[in-house]
C-alpha cells in the first residue's frame, strides 16, 4: 500500500508543510509526480487530481465493489462526494442517490449525474428504501465523517452490500452488529494511495471526466487569506474548490 510506505506515503500536510509556495521540493518525486498530458487539459482540471478524484474513485467507487446495474448512495456532496458521483457513473449503476443538508449541493451532485437526490432529515432513510424499493443500496459510499453518518449508511446497506468509508472520523460511530450480522455486508476503510492517477488523467485529457463545475471559486495569491474566509464558509457562498491562481507559476486548490 503506497499511502502506508515506511518511507513515503501520505507526507505533504501530513508530516510536512503542503505546498501553497512558489517552489516546493517533492520527496520521492519519480513515484509521485506526473507529466501535464497535452496543453487542452485545464490545469484547474489538473488540480482535482491531487487529491479529491483518486480518493472519491479509490476509497469510494473502487472499494466500494460499484457495478453495472447496481445502486449507490453517497452520503455527503462536498467535493469528495461530488467527485465520487462522477466516477461512479464510470461504472454505470442504474442509481445513484445523493443525501446532503445543503440544496445546492443537491443540485450540483444532479448536474453531475445523480439520478436521485435526498435532502438529510429525519425521513431520509426512508425515502432511500422507497428508492430502491424497500431493499436498499448495493453500495453506500460515506463521504463526511461524522458518527451519524456512518451509522446511517448501516440502515441504508442492502444485504450483500457494501459500505465503503471515505469521511476522516474523530469520533467513534457505533456499529450495529445487531442488525448487520446477518446481511452479509462488507465495510471497508481505505486512505488514498493515487495508484489511479495516470488512468484519471487519462479520463480528464479525453474528456471522459469533467470537473469543471467543482471550481467555484478563483482568487489571486495575494488574496490568500480571503479565499480560506470563503472556503471557511462553504455553504454560505456556494464553495466547492476555491482555486488560488498564482500570477507566475501555477494554480494550488483548497
Not at 496543453?39 to 466500494?64: F, H, K, Q, W
Not at 458521483?85 to 444532479?110: C, G, H, M, Y
Not at 425521513?123 to 456512518?150: L, N, S, W, Y
Amino acid at each position: 500500500m503506497q499511502s502506508h510506505c515506511t518511507s513515503g506515503g501520505w507526507q505533504f500536510g501530513n508530516v510536512i508543510d503542503g505546498t501553497q509556495a512558489d517552489y516546493v521540493r517533492v520527496l520521492h518525486a519519480d513515484s509521485s509526480l506526473y507529466h501535464y498530458p497535452t496543453p487542452e487539459v485545464d490545469e484547474r482540471a489538473l488540480l482535482m487530481i491531487s487529491d479529491i478524484l483518486p480518493t472519491a474513485y479509490e476509497c469510494g467507487v473502487l472499494n466500494g465493489n460499484v457495478r453495472p446495474g447496481g445502486s449507490v448512495a453517497i452520503v455527503g456532496s462536498g467535493p469528495i462526494g461530488l467527485s465520487a458521483v462522477l466516477t461512479a457513473s464510470l461504472f454505470s449503476p442504474s442509481k445513484v442517490i445523493v443525501l446532503d443538508l445543503d440544496p445546492n449541493r443537491l443540485e450540483v451532485a444532479k448536474r453531475f449525474g445523480a439520478t436521485h437526490i435526498v435532502e438529510s432529515g429525519p425521513d431520509a432513510a426512508k425515502q432511500v428504501m422507497e428508492i430502491t424499493g424497500g431493499r436498499g443500496v448495493d453500495t453506500a459510499i460515506e463521504a463526511v465523517g461524522v458518527p451519524a453518518t456512518f451509522e446511517f449508511c448501516e440502515e441504508i446497506i442492502a444485504p450483500g452490500g457494501t459500505i465503503a468509508n471515505i469521511g476522516v472520523h474523530g469520533a467513534k460511530a457505533d456499529l450495529h452488529l445487531e442488525k448487520l450480522w446477518d446481511r452479509n455486508i462488507t465495510i471497508t476503510t481505505r486512505l488514498v494511495d493515487t495508484v489511479t492517477t495516470p488512468t484519471l488523467i487519462q479520463l480528464l485529457a479525453s474528456g471522459r471526466l469533467n470537473v469543471k463545475d467543482l471550481t467555484t471559486h478563483t482568487f489571486k495569491f495575494a488574496d490568500m487569506e480571503k479565499a480560506y474566509q470563503v472556503f471557511g464558509a462553504a455553504a454560505e457562498n456556494k464553495a466547492l474548490k476555491v482555486v488560488i491562481d498564482h500570477e507566475r507559476y501555477h494554480a494550488y486548490d483548497m
